[in-house]
């Protein structure tokens, strides 16, 4: 795997998106249970097809980074009203589309802090191992809205 | 013949000797162009045309070449000649569903291609070399690929034990447990518990034969017009364990009959101590305050009641003991009073704990039960059902066994019947010749068959004994997966040795702590070396965890660690000394071997680095986005407002330099703390303390809600 393409998001960065005025509908009972797929959180009709990066992904999602990342989680009511600055949803592909792979896995493996962001995102590099942290960026990407466009690739070193 | 007629004969003969030659020619020179068609070569050709049109041409040809590919795995009897239409399997650049097939590579999984080829996940003719043959069932094979959907099932043949990558599987085998699928059926890896129904040898005293007639009948009770179950609860089943068995008035009438007549001894009623009873007996407030008893005590955490908010039913509560919304209508009073005192009087094997009540306690909930949680209409379908003939308890003795009801339930003196159903530790092997589809109009797959097995048995096996279940699309799903990874034992002896067992641990101590465990029934949530559930925190390592003292105020008083859970600790009214003897347990037996309290609770906390602590706790750190302190902070860990009391140093400082060593899976983040930093923050955290603790029950305040 030298080139990774993969989709991916995930965390604090906590560029303001402020008038995004998105409604999410996260589902967590229901999307807890199917693996494999994820209802779009802006609208419930949608379901996004995950792949088996993306679903690994959205398993350690719903382990680790739900509670600030989503406005429902398994245990009902979220955490992110109590975090400041306010936390990126998950899917806010506004904020997180313009992030690069690499960006989002030093916001997951470092933390808030090293990238001079809020502390209150904690590092995950030594709790994930490097490749849960692309499976989790891989989900990120996955439930993008608006969609994740890869960047064209450079191909064939 | 003359010599003459030779001549032109034998120009004859060779005219016709040169046209068969040149058709005899034209006949071998069709094998070659048909070889030269062949589905697999225009395959292998269409990749090297596709891969000229990629970027990265030179890599994706580097290893192709015209001859078929093959992975020859001897030991596994694996001969896979997948690849050789597939020839990209693992050429990075083309993941993805925008590459077309047969080119696309595979998605990365932990298993790589070249070391376990691809019919051991995938199933299909390894060997093929036509499309057809290679993935469909036909004469001579039948064994079809298999859906991706249902891939996990595959995991499962090698992998007996639950992994955190395969949900589904996980999930399915769930269900079989939960459903008691081995009540009736032998199931790879999926034991029979000592209860499944519950032991009916004297039910007679427990509900009235209409109520049984009902539950027979349709075995649920919280359904709309329609007799669908309207649910959709957190945490709670859907579907009631008992399945519907589609029995006929007779057989109704015969089944209620004969268990109705089964009550053994009369239940004596509990003598309440007569202030309470003329205290509370006409008291409209009483079955309010046991309402507020049964929230208090948590009854909640493992029987679930249906609320219905907004026009949407919901269960709120556990799926560990029955759903109890309707209970009042089905239940005795003298009964239920005797089943709270002691439940393992009455089913040995119940995994309700026995709790010490207090008879005001008693007899509130028990109002509250039998006035509260009843439905008037419940049994409004059932006819009126003449007094019972011997003949028809006759008939409903040998129903019981003819349905096969005493594969789940006893009842004294009848014999059990295990094994009523066909062995299924091999379902997921079957070839499609050997399953019955009688009349059914679905495919004939397996997959097809178990999911119509499951839902209507009747439709693809009219005499079939087996009742029907209802399951979500989702759950359908699980439970075939599960099915098909009960695959039997592995076919090759290099298949064999890469089954990995599940492990089975017991944890069931003896003595004093083991009376008291037996009593809660703490294994019912809680985990003990690996045995026991995973509802409630993991408690092998308590004694490193947890001082002492706060564990006996805890186990008589459950305070509120996470204020969101749903499901918590029950009150169990234990008294001090069976606190104490858990407590006591808990602290010498149940330690990490890296944690040394001694060596921990010697050293001294100055008030210099509980002041560093508290700094990096609340800047450097923001521990604050996760846990409470008083009343702020974030809900996602346990609040810390009396860390003090609670945490042991020792187990603070071992917790803070590596979470995941002490408890797998936690959702405490490993961070790189310098032994300073550590020291500081338990220092800090020492100093945290509650003196006046909360009264039980009271709201918690987690921030944010």
Redesign the interface.
């Known amino acids: 795997?030298?080139?990774k393409?993969n989709p991916l998001l995930l965390v604090c960065l906590l560029t303001a998106m402020a008038g995004c005025g998105k409604q999410p509908v996260a589902q967590p009972?229901?999307s807890a249970?199917?693996?494999?797929v994820e209802p779009d959180w802006n609208d419930a009709q949608r379901v996004i097809p995950l792949?088996?990066?993306a679903a690994?992904g959205k398993?350690i999602f719903y382990?680790?980074c739900v509670?600030?990342h989503a406005d429902a989680t398994p245990?009902?009511?979220s955490?992110r009203?109590?975090?400041t600055p306010t936390p990126p949803l998950m899917n806010d592909g506004i904020t997180l589309n313009k992030e690069s792979d690499a960006t989002l896995r030093n916001a997951i493996a470092l933390g808030g802090?090293a990238l001079g962001k809020?502390?209150?995102?904690?590092?995950?590099g030594?709790?994930l191992s490097d490749e849960e942290i692309t499976d989790l960026i891989a989900y990120i990407r996955a439930i993008a809205q608006p969609p994740y466009q890869p960047p064209p690739?450079t191909?064939?070193k | 013949m003359p010599a003459e007629d030779m001549g032109r004969v034998s120009f004859r003969l060779r005219y016709a000797f040169a046209v068969s030659s040149v058709v005899f020619v034209a006949v071998l020179a069709i094998s070659p162009v048909k070889d030269l068609h062949r589905e697999w070569k225009q395959y292998k050709r269409g990749y090297v045309r596709f891969a000229e049109t990629r970027?990265?041409t030179?890599?994706l040809l580097a290893d192709v070449h015209p001859g078929i590919d093959q992975i020859w795995l001897p030991d596994m009897n694996v001969v896979d000649r997948c690849t050789t239409c597939h020839q990209a399997m693992t050429q990075?650049?083309l993941?993805?569903a925008s590459v077309p097939q047969p080119y696309r590579a595979h998605?990365?999984?932990p298993h790589s291609v070249t070391d376990w080829g691809c019919v051991i996940c995938h199933r299909g003719q390894g060997p093929a070399t036509e499309v057809a043959e290679a993935h469909e069932t036909t004469l001579a094979w039948e064994q079809p690929l298999l859906s991706v959907?249902f891939i996990q099932g595959s995991c499962g043949s090698c992998h007996r034990g639950d992994l955190?990558?395969t949900?589904?599987l996980n999930?399915g085998r769930q269900l079989l447990e939960e459903f008691n699928c081995a009540g009736c059926h032998r199931l790879e890896g999926i034991e029979r518990p000592e209860m499944l129904g519950p032991d009916l040898t004297r039910i007679g005293s427990k509900t009235s034969r209409a109520w049984i007639y009902k539950w027979l009948k349709d075995p649920r009770t919280i359904t709309d017009a329609n007799g669908n179950v309207v649910v959709?609860g957190?945490e709670t089943e859907e579907e009631p364990r008992m399945p519907k068995f589609n029995l006929e008035e007779g057989e109704l009438r015969a089944l209620s009959a004969y268990l109705s007549s089964l009550s053994g001894q009369p239940v004596t009623s509990y003598p309440f101590n007569p202030r309470v009873v003329a205290a509370l007996e006409r008291s409209p407030e009483a079955v309010t305050q046991g309402e507020v008893r049964f929230r208090q005590m948590f009854c909640s955490t493992c029987h679930s009641l249906a609320v219905t908010r907004a026009g949407e039913t919901k269960l709120i509560g556990g799926d560990i003991g029955p759903e109890l919304t309707k209970v009042g209508t089905k239940v005795n009073r003298d009964w239920l009073v005797a089943w709270l005192r002691d439940p393992q009087a009455y089913l040995p094997h119940s995994k309700m704990p026995r709790y010490e009540w207090s008879d005001e306690d008693l007899f509130r909930v028990t109002r509250y039960i039998t006035e509260q949680l009843t439905d008037s209409d419940l049994l409004k379908d059932v006819p009126g059902l003449p007094a019972v003939t011997p003949e028809e308890i006759q008939k409903g003795r040998r129903l019981f066994l003819e349905k096969g009801c005493a594969s789940c339930h006893r009842i004294e003196g009848v014999p059990s019947q295990k094994d009523f159903g066909p062995d299924l530790s091999a379902l997921g092997a079957k070839n499609v010749s050997q399953l019955e589809f009688s009349e059914s109009k679905i495919p004939r797959t397996l997959v097809a068959y178990i999911q119509a097995k499951i839902t209507n048995p009747s439709s693809v096996n009219p005499a079939a004994r087996m009742p029907q279940y209802h399951l979500t699309a989702?759950?359908l799903d699980?439970v075939t997966i599960a099915l098909l990874a009960m695959a039997g034992p592995p076919a090759s002896p290099g298949m064999r040795r890469l089954v990995v067992q599940q492990p089975a641990p017991v944890f069931r101590p003896a003595g004093a702590f083991g009376k008291v465990y037996e009593r809660y029934k703490c294994y019912v949530c809680h985990k003990f070396n690996g045995f026991g559930g995973d509802l409630a925190p993991d408690l092998s390592y308590e004694g490193s965890r947890a001082r002492r003292d706060w564990l006996v105020d805890f186990l008589k008083s459950p305070q509120t660690l996470r204020p969101?859970?749903?499901l918590r600790m029950p009150q169990f009214n234990m008294t001090s000394q069976e606190a104490n003897i858990l407590a006591d347990y808990l602290s010498m037996a149940l330690q990490h071997p890296s944690v040394d309290l001694d060596a921990e609770e010697a050293r001294s906390f100055t008030p210099q680095m509980a002041a560093l602590g508290k700094e990096l706790y609340e800047?450097?750190?923001?521990c604050?986005?996760?846990h409470t302190i008083g009343y702020t902070?974030?809900?996602?860990g346990p609040n810390l407002s009396n860390a003090g009391n609670w945490l042991t140093p020792a187990w603070t400082e071992a917790w803070l330099r590596n979470p995941?060593a002490l408890v797998l899976?936690t959702?405490e983040?490993?961070?790189?703390f310098t032994n300073e930093e550590i020291r500081a923050l338990t220092a800090y955290l020492q100093t945290l303390r509650q003196v006046a603790k909360p009264p039980a029950g009271a709201a918690s305040h987690?921030?944010?809600?």
């Open positions: 795997m030298s080139s393409l009972d229901a249970r199917a693996y494999d792949n088996f990066r690994q398993r382990i680790q509670w600030c245990a009902g009511p955490n009203s109590n975090v802090s809020s502390a209150m995102m904690p590092p995950y030594r709790t690739a191909v064939g | 970027p990265d030179k890599r990075p650049s993941v993805g998605p990365s999984v959907k955190p990558q949900p589904k999930r959709d957190y989702d759950d699980a969101t859970l749903v800047v450097k750190y923001q604050q986005a996760c902070g974030g809900y996602v995941q899976g959702g983040p490993r961070r790189s987690g921030a944010g809600q």
